[in-house]
């Protein structure tokens, strides 16, 4: 058996958004509006999107990529879990995303909702174990900065 290298990662975005939490939390709880900012994109197209947004439900995105990206015509499929919600406070989810047919990575996200002034900060933590091939945490990173840029005009 070949041993395959990974690389254990974790970093923290925290980002102020001007609205309280009860809808930021919102962006995170409701399909319609998560599907906005966190399946939708411009460099894929969404072929699947479903949430079941309770303590052990499941999150599933499956999305193609476009023409003109590195992995035209190629699937990437997120698969989470739901593993605690407390309303309006926090959200944890276990998930693996898979590139075609290879695992890339397994990850825990922690997203917080925290009161600031009249609004809210939201502070995500993302663990993660990126295996041989990944997109690796740096790449992972800008993601999730780029998907919570997209959060703010769903709030």
């Known amino acids: ?18 609205k309280p939490p009860i ?11 998560k599907r906005r900012w966190f399946a939708e994109g411009p460099d894929h197209d969404v072929e699947h999107f479903s949430m079941d947004f309770a303590v052990g439900g499941q ?12 992995f035209a015509s190629v699937a990437l499929t997120y698969d989470g879990h739901f593993l605690d919600i407390v309303t309006d406070r926090r959200v944890v989810t ?5 590139l075609g047919d ?16 009249s609004g809210t900060l939201l502070v995500l933590t993302h663990q993660a174990v990126f295996f041989e091939g990944a997109d690796g945490p740096k790449i992972r990173e800008a ?13």
């Not at 999150?59 to 590195?70: L, N």
């Open 1 to 18: 058996m070949t041993d395959q290298s990974i690389i254990d990662n974790t970093f923290v975005v925290e980002r102020p958004y001007l």
């Open 94 to 98: 276990a998930s693996t995303m898979t």
């Open 59 to 70: 999150e599933r995105a499956q999305y193609r990529f476009r023409e003109g990206t590195p």
């Open 143 to 155: 993601g999730w900065r780029a998907l919570l840029d997209r959060l703010e005009p769903v709030v």
């Open 102 to 117: 290879r695992r890339i990575s397994a990850s825990l996200v922690t997203a917080e909702f925290r009161p600031k002034n």
């Open 23 to 33: 809808q930021v939390f919102a962006a995170f709880s409701d399909a319609s509006k």
